[in-house]
């Protein structure tokens, strides 16, 4: 209960929630019946089927409608004297400028993805408005507290890197049934029915193409080729002769276990697999979403692991009906973990070659996890931290500094406690969002051109949204939809010039200065002109530093495989990730944990159970955390090595 000056300030406040999903459904009702009377709440989506087992404002008659428009309407029908304004949109749309932060006391994050995250932080430091933020991923969880000037701003610590496998790994030696699953999925799916002319490193080319049916259009389906017979082909070259010319390379396997070349005839039948019928069997309806193998095959059970045949089954009818029922999709088709058929063959080609590394098999429910990077979400975990987050805001409201917190949820206790109160870090002096620190850009100014510059490092890296450029007085870049025509066409001139011929040429020693007007964020950057770089450590041909960036959770010096964080509907490409399941390994966490918690969780988790956090430990080896513990918080302290920057607690 509220004590009455908490009460008064809770009264006046106006709120904006940004997400009306998971944890802001939570939040909504939290906020409502705490006596909070002005809420705004922004969210982009319509409401999924998916959705409805935790997001408990949604009932299924609300599939396919706004998120805020229904939150708000399910909390009004409960608490009917209140205002709350639901905006059906992007937070990044422009309309939400900084005048429109300026009117909130607080605005409370409730967001799954780190673009939007760092977006709203921007605006918050530039509105001056208070930002409570928070994110959980299964059992974990965390709120942390951002003002401008008093703590860290949510990018004063780099994210890590998201996890990628090695090439070799993912294509020759997967030891992990992860590594099968991203086989699946990103070189044998995307092989087949995704963009034919991107790069794939599936294909293992036979040394004599001419006498063998391993040519290099292998995939491609011949003219007139029966469905089941391409089928067999496929299969037969990815799990037997693939396997087969592997094995050729005795170096790679003196310290392994070898792998076992699987053929369809001997797992088989050698002619049609469908006991049930037809293909016309395959669904009731002809939507493409409703399509599926298993239907097809009159297997039920989601959570069942499927023996070799049945696999192999699941896998010739999949692409059996791939190929005649969702044709037209052939070619764009990119992973999908909403797709019931693309998971059903992902989850089959993932399992037969499981099956031929030795690696134990997995459900389909379990594979469509690893595949969609998913961690089913808990309602409770969801609704632990709402009452965080409100608690916070009530903090803020109240200007009670001194007893501001972090507060991690972890899934087990440590030294009895499930909720791990931290106190705020002051801000990072050398943070390129909410310090004035120019960062330095290592570029080959004679080769990258400025849409390189812009794609690579002003949008990917610096996270802006409406960036403008300039190199002195001179304009080299702007986006905005009241620019003249000409302006449009000298930029797009521009964009494809390399840097050094730039009408104001950027060469090494220039300092160039990149603005976002929407985000009111500033950055200097002083260009070096480097000539080399390593393609594979360093792909994008160029280095940004001055800002600490935080190394990938697993790094090898090999190509890497992305294991699919950030190619799924929301997913940031980025960079939130716990590791905390060895069976899972990839986890995009929402659970964003400062390097020196993550080791602290790492060693809870040793402890207690947790799982390994291997990344965790591996993100900050040599810092030394010591561990005070008073009587209601506990405290880290941490003392990094020079890669990472020395946080001071604000008290
Ligand atoms: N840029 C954005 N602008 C507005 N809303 C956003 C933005 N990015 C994400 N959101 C919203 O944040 C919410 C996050 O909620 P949650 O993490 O529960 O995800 P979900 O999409 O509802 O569920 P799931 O991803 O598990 O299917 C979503 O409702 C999503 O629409
Ligand atoms: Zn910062």
């Known amino acids: 209960m509220a004590s009455p000056p908490q009460l008064s300030a809770i009264k006046d406040a106006r709120v904006l929630m940004v997400g ?65 304004t639901p905006y059906h949109a992007n937070v990044k749309d422009p309309d939400f400028n900084v005048d429109f932060f300026k009117q909130f006391n607080v605005v409370l994050n409730g967001l799954d993805n780190l673009d939007a995250r760092r977006h709203v932080n921007r605006l918050c430091l530039a509105a001056d408005v208070p930002l409570v933020e928070s994110g959980t991923t299964g059992f974990l969880g965390q709120v942390t507290i951002h003002l401008k000037g008093k703590t860290e701003c949510y990018e004063c610590q780099p994210k890590p890197a998201p996890k990628s496998y090695p090439v070799c790994t993912i294509t020759s030696t997967p030891s992990k049934f992860v590594h099968c699953i991203v086989w699946a999925k990103d070189l044998l799916f995307a092989k087949l029915f995704g963009d034919k002319a991107q790069d794939n490193d599936l294909n293992v080319r036979s040394g004599n193409a001419s006498t ?111 190929f005649g029922k969702r044709d037209k999709e052939i070619g764009n088709l990119s992973f999908d973990k909403d797709d019931q058929l693309a998971v059903e063959f992902v989850t089959s080609a993932a399992n037969i070659r499981a099956s031929s590394f030795g690696i134990p098999l997995h459900s389909l429910f379990e594979s469509k996890g690893m595949a969609g990077n998913i961690v089913h979400a808990v309602a409770t975990t969801n609704a632990i931290i709402a009452g965080l987050i409100v608690i916070e805001a009530i903090k803020v409201l109240q200007k009670d500094a001194k007893n501001y917190r972090m507060t991690y949820c972890l899934e087990h206790p440590s030294k009895k406690m499930l909720l791990m109160p931290v106190e705020p870090y002051e801000p990072n002096k050398s943070c390129y969002v909410c310090s004035e620190t120019p960062l330095t850009l290592e570029i080959n100014t004679h080769q990258s051109t400025l849409r390189d510059f812009v794609d690579k490092i002003v949008k990917a890296k610096l996270g802006m949204n409406l960036p403008l450029i300039m190199h002195g007085s001179a304009l080299l870049y702007e986006v905005g939809d009241d620019l003249e025509e000409d302006m449009v066409a000298n930029y797009a001139a521009n964009l494809e010039k390399v840097m050094s011929e730039l009408p104001s040429p950027v060469t090494s020693g220039t300092l160039l200065t990149v603005e976002d007007l929407q985000q009111e964020l500033t950055c200097n950057i002083n260009v070096k002109h480097r000539d080399e770089f390593d393609e594979e450590k360093e792909p994008d041909g160029m280095v940004l530093s001055g800002w600490t960036q935080a190394p990938a959770v697993e790094k090898k010096d090999e190509n890497h495989v992305g294991n699919g964080v950030g190619t799924s509907k929301n997913m940031p490409t980025n960079a939130e990730q716990v590791e905390m399941n060895e069976d899972l390994e990839i986890v995009p966490a929402d659970v ?56 001071k607690k604000l008290h």
């Open 592 to 647: 964003e944990i400062p390097a020196e918690k993550k080791r602290k969780l790492s060693e809870i988790s040793n402890n207690d159970g947790l799982g390994t956090s291997r990344g965790a430990a591996e993100t900050n080896s040599h810092s030394k955390v010591e561990e005070l513990d008073d009587d209601d918080d506990v405290v880290f302290i941490c003392d990094g090595d020079s890669d990472t920057i020395k946080r």
């Open 212 to 322: 063998s049916d391993h040519t290099d259009d292998v995939f491609e389906r011949r003219t007139d080729e029966d469905i089941e017979e391409y089928g067999r082909r496929i299969y037969d070259h990815v799990f037997g002769y693939n396997i087969e010319v592997a094995l050729s390379n005795e170096e790679t396997w003196k310290n392994r276990n070898r792998p076992r070349p699987i053929y369809s005839k001997d797992v088989l039948p050698e002619r049609p697999i469908n006991q049930n019928g037809n293909m016309d069997g395959a669904s009731a309806t002809d939507n493409p979403s409703s399509v599926s193998a298993m239907a097809s095959l009159g297997m039920k059970n989601p959570q069942e692991i499927w023996s070799l045949m049945e696999n192999s089954k699941i896998f010739l009818e999949a692409l059996k009906l791939f």
């Open 20 to 84: 009306a999903g998971g944890i802001g459904c939570e939040l909504l009702k939290t906020l409502a019946l705490s006596g909070f009377r002005d809420i705004h709440i922004i969210d982009m989506d319509t409401i999924e089927v998916s959705n409805l087992n935790r997001q408990f404002l949604f009932r299924q008659k609300h599939v396919g409608q706004s998120k805020a428009k229904v939150a708000r309407d399910a909390v009004l029908r409960f608490r009917p004297n209140i205002s709350i």
